[in-house]
């Protein structure tokens, strides 16, 4: 019975992601033919150019974003489980540990800086810039949170010390945004709001690797974290190595998390709602949460992208704007209908 | 500072939805031209070359009729398929748009994009901008009278300054205010460049073209005429609240009834009108010295 509840959410966030990502490829501000896409995909398979400008905006500009945005959501999402099990507590999402804003001050300073000290890797300084961000920042973290007369860090003192961090690097990322010229911190804003429509396939290519990666590793400590949901000591009492586990829990979010974020910029919200959607649905056992939290993350962030482009047609929001916005109202109806504890 | 850009940055978006949903009359054209630059678009309209014009970005806002066209949103904030869906066979963009992957993706499409020469900000350079886009469009007669009456203008202009005896200090507040900050335009901006050519100086001095002041500094900086672009000036219920405003009451600008509006692309870029907006400007600024 429990099996069978698990496939059905499963099978029908399958389903509704394949349907989203579908419409996805198909409907944008420009209007593009099914047998335009049918011509694009077939040249492509046959090796040869693209002829027609319709098929070029599907092939470089259209499909790659639909793609990024299936896996930035799952890395996001899995990203929340992971943080929340290992924090066990419901407020946390997983640019807590510094990972988002040190994406966005390292993003910062390259749109202000980067043209005086000509930082230059082409379309991968911005990408690289703001990666290297977010992995500074949560080092700083880590080690900030280490207690002085034990090398291990309480869980406690990691999350005071990232929030404390986050407000660091976010005034860091508002200084910037004043000294800048105005189009720089234009840059700024939109980048914090993230958006999905720079994707380009050598991009797309490095998120899906990390992401499916991650993602595959990460379950392999579903069970641990499971035991840990009882306490940190009872886990130790049941023979885990609860450091470790810490440690390479954190990893594997902050990698997720630098690279999805240092792609598409900071998108909010999704992290932090899918997995209690998840549980909501079918309790907390982290094996169902990763599997699925992919899934719904790819659905809520491909859903996002569709309404950002379609709500002002032809004009475009940013995708933070809607992940709250549509994100938010679902989420308390939801919270007020069920009975719900962490 | 992020969440004042963002909601100045949302609140344009939301006003201009308008403008989004405007009808593209022009479908049946061969040329379609979208003009990403306020200043182009206005050089364009002048010169009567709209023909093939099919969008325009949301700052391009002279003449007026330039707002029934469609618009492809602001100029900073691109989105690669609203351009492209308005099927261009050209883009004119003065460099100074964005985001870069907007302006890459573009590039890798091989959408034709063309920039003008970039002139010095001056009268002079004024001049070779509009006889190289009346080149451009085939209307050498037009761009040249266009310059001839730009010339015209400025001289009377100049004249005029030359006989006030009062320099009156302007403070120019773009946008109004965002929690009682000022962004204002500084000696570096267009806008101080036609100050000077209409006999008045700055209030305040900053190393680039907009600055943001406290109250206080606004206070001391004590400027003669206070001078609001549109919006900023709109919302403050059509200069009803502008007592309201922290530091302003204390200025002789205030005191002496001096605040005016003023038309945001009058005072942002040069163009075949500038010298008309130099004398509109010296209309305001110099009025009690005729009484």
């Given amino acids: ?342 | 500072m992020k969440n004042i850009i963002a909601c100045l940055w949302l609140s344009m978006l939301f006003m201009s939805c308008g403008r989004f949903s405007n009808e593209d009359k022009k479908e049946d054209h061969q040329e379609r031209i979208v003009c990403i630059s306020k200043q182009y678009a206005e050089i364009i309209y002048a010169l009567g070359a709209e023909e093939d014009v099919v969008a325009v970005d949301l700052s391009s806002t002279y003449p007026p009729e330039i707002k029934e066209l469609p618009t492809i949103g602001y100029h900073r904030a691109l989105s690669t398929e609203t351009i492209l869906a308005m099927k261009p066979t050209l883009i004119l963009h003065d460099n100074n748009i964005g985001p870069e992957h907007v302006v890459n993706q573009l590039e890798k499409l091989e959408i034709p994009m063309k920039t003008f020469g970039q002139y010095e900000p001056t009268i002079a350079g004024t001049d070779s901008l509009i006889q190289e886009m009346g080149k451009y469009f085939g209307k050498e007669a037009a761009a040249d009278s266009l310059v001839n009456k730009l010339h015209a203008d400025m001289e009377q202009a100049l004249a005029q300054a030359r006989q006030y005896t009062e320099k009156p200090k302007v403070l120019i507040i773009h946008f109004g205010r965002a929690s009682n900050v000022y962004l204002v335009m500084t000696q570096k901006s267009t806008a101080a460049r036609m100050l000077e050519w209409a006999g008045g100086e700055m209030a305040v001095n900053a190393e680039r073209g907009m600055k943001q002041l406290s109250p206080e500094v606004v206070a001391a900086a004590n400027p003669d005429v206070i001078l609001l672009t549109d919006f900023g000036y709109d919302r403050l219920d059509k200069g009803n609240e502008i007592e309201k405003l922290p530091g302003i009451s204390a200025t002789n600008a205030f005191k002496n009834k001096r605040v005016f509006r003023i038309e945001e692309h009058d005072l942002v870029y040069l163009g075949p009108r500038t010298a008309e907006n130099v004398l509109l400007i010296q209309q305001l600024i110099h009025n009690n010295e005729k009484e």
């Fill in chain 1, 1 to 342: 019975m429990k099996r069978s509840r698990i496939g059905v959410i499963f099978l029908s966030l399958l389903l509704l992601l394949i349907l989203l990502a579908l419409i996805s490829a198909k409907y944008g501000a420009v209007e593009i033919s099914n047998q335009e896409i049918w011509e694009a995909l077939v040249r492509i398979s046959k090796g040869q150019e693209l002829m027609d400008l319709n098929e070029r905006i599907f092939m470089q500009i259209r499909l790659p974003r639909v793609i990024m945005g299936i896996f930035v959501g799952a890395a996001l999402a899995v990203g929340g489980v992971l943080m929340q099990a290992l924090f066990r507590n419901p407020i946390v999402e997983p640019g807590l540990v510094g990972t988002s804003s040190g994406a966005a001050f390292g993003a910062a300073l390259y749109f202000v800086l980067g043209a005086t000290f000509q930082w230059n890797l082409g379309e991968w300084t911005l990408p690289v810039a703001a990666c290297l961000g977010g992995i500074c920042s949560t080092a700083l973290v880590f080690y900030l949170s280490r207690s002085r007369n034990s090398s291990k860090s309480s869980v406690v003192s990691l999350l005071l010390t990232g929030i404390a961090i986050n407000a660091l690097f976010l005034s860091g990322v508002g200084f910037l945004s004043y000294i800048a010229r105005d189009p720089q911190a234009r840059s700024i804003t939109f980048w914090n709001l993230g958006t999905l429509s720079g994707a380009y396939w050598q991009g797309v290519l490095f998120v899906v690797v990390v992401t499916v990666s991650c993602l595959l590793l990460s379950l392999r400590y579903a069970k641990n974290l499971n035991a840990l949901m009882l306490g940190e000591q009872e886990a130790q009492l049941l023979g885990m190595n609860v450091n470790t586990l810490k440690m390479k829990v954190l990893l594997l979010n902050v990698i997720m998390v630098a690279v999805a974020t240092a792609f598409v910029g900071v998108i909010g919200f999704v992290g932090l709602i899918v997995p209690h959607l998840l549980r909501m649905l079918h309790g907390s056992d982290n094996r169902y949460l990763i599997w699925s939290g992919a899934l719904m993350g790819a659905v809520v962030l491909t859903a996002s992208d569709l309404v950002a482009r379609l709500l002002l047609s032809p004009a475009e929001l940013p995708i933070g704007i809607v992940t709250s916005m549509v994100g938010v109202p679902i989420f308390i109806v939801l919270l007020r209908r069920t009975n719900y504890f962490f």
